[in-house]
């Protein structure tokens, strides 16, 4: 039987074999990457284990339309505050 990863250490290779060319994250439904999740770890959540990792802040998620994008922690792009919505606004 082989070893298999660790659920970090799967999503970590995902983000980057699976990433497009110019994007630092994947997207988890467009990219495949739930139904390989769910292939590797038998029926396991993918949901429950990205929420869980990005709570120990070992990977990013952005809500998008149709899912969530997932990024490393050292990728991820900043959210900007509302205060630099209010200055770009002039206000």
Same mark, same amino acid.
């Given at each position: ?34 139904? *390989? ?47 630099? *919505? ?6």
């Amino acid at each position: 039987m082989t070893d298999k990863v660790s659920h970090e250490e799967f999503v970590r290779r995902a983000i980057v074999s699976l990433r497009k060319e110019g994007y630092k994250g994947i997207h988890t439904v467009f990219s495949g990457f739930n139904d *390989a999740f769910k292939r590797y770890f038998a029926g396991e959540n993918p949901v429950e284990v990205t929420k869980r990792l990005a709570d120990e802040g070992k990977i990013v998620l952005r809500p998008v339309r149709g899912g969530v994008m997932i990024y490393l922690p050292e990728e991820a792009p900043q959210r900007s505050s509302g205060d630099d *919505a209010l200055k770009k606004m002039g206000l």
